[in-house]
């Protein structure tokens, strides 16, 4: 699976929009962008996943470029809950058989 | 939906007992289920894949008699730390696969600390 390049941190202003990027330079064509988040001492939690049309749910937009070698994620109203490590993991769909790979992340800091 | 339960969500044991994780996937079933680790200040490093009815599929470097993985049930995984010693002290979390979504979904975390 292709890697996926990061932020190691960033912070946003409270009712701001977040936006978290990832570089994926590598992906192949049949691999999906993944996010997950990791809120500290819970398990991660899926966000949004997307090939290479933009997705949006009720948590979060995910924005990916045309070319596909990069990606970003969207928080429109950031919250104090959003402060998390936030991951983007690239992957091919239907294998069942793990290959998440959870690099570094960025950690998001949310500010009052 | 898509919900995946831990238990207990902490554990406190002496050196050279036994802990038993359970990991429940409880609004749909799961024929995979995955195990990870998690060190302080560290990401999620896979430790073994859980396949119901089947032997775990241990990552390189993790020993399979000391970390008993059995997936019993579609909706149940357990992990079994064998004579746990401080270093294994850790946030162990699984995962249950939902093959309708094509995507894992994550337990809240197990607290491991060994005395």
């Known amino acids: 699976d292709a890697k996926t390049t990061q932020p190691p941190s960033m912070d946003c202003a409270e009712g701001r929009a977040a936006n978290l990027p990832c570089n994926h330079s590598?992906?192949?064509?049949?691999?999906?962008v993944y996010w997950y988040r990791q809120i500290h001492s819970q398990g991660p939690q899926y966000i949004i996943h997307g090939l290479k049309n933009n997705e949006t749910n009720e948590m979060a937009s995910l924005i990916i470029t045309e070319d596909r070698k990069s990606s970003t994620l969207i928080l429109p109203h950031a919250t104090l809950r959003d402060t998390a490590v936030y991951y983007c993991i690239v992957r091919v769909p239907q294998t069942g058989a793990n290959n998440l790979f959870f690099g570094t992340g960025t950690r998001l800091t949310v500010i009052p | 939906g898509a919900v995946v339960s831990q238990h207990p969500s902490w554990v406190i044991c002496k050196s050279g007992t036994s802990v038993k994780i359970e990991c429940r996937s409880l609004d749909f079933q799961a024929t995979t289920m995955f195990w990870y680790r998690q060190f302080p200040k560290q990401s999620l490093m896979l430790m073994a894949t859980s396949n119901e009815g089947s032997k775990a599929t241990y990552e390189q470097g993790v020993e399979k008699d000391k970390f008993l993985i059995n997936h019993a049930s579609l909706t149940l995984s357990t992990l079994t730390v064998t004579s746990a010693h401080p270093e294994d002290s850790s946030f162990y979390i699984c995962?249950?696969?939902?093959?309708?979504?094509?995507?894992?979904?994550f337990g809240p975390g197990t607290r491991l600390t060994v005395l």
């Open positions: 995962s249950a696969y939902r093959g309708i979504t094509d995507t894992q979904y």
């Open positions: 590598t992906i192949s064509g049949n691999e999906y």
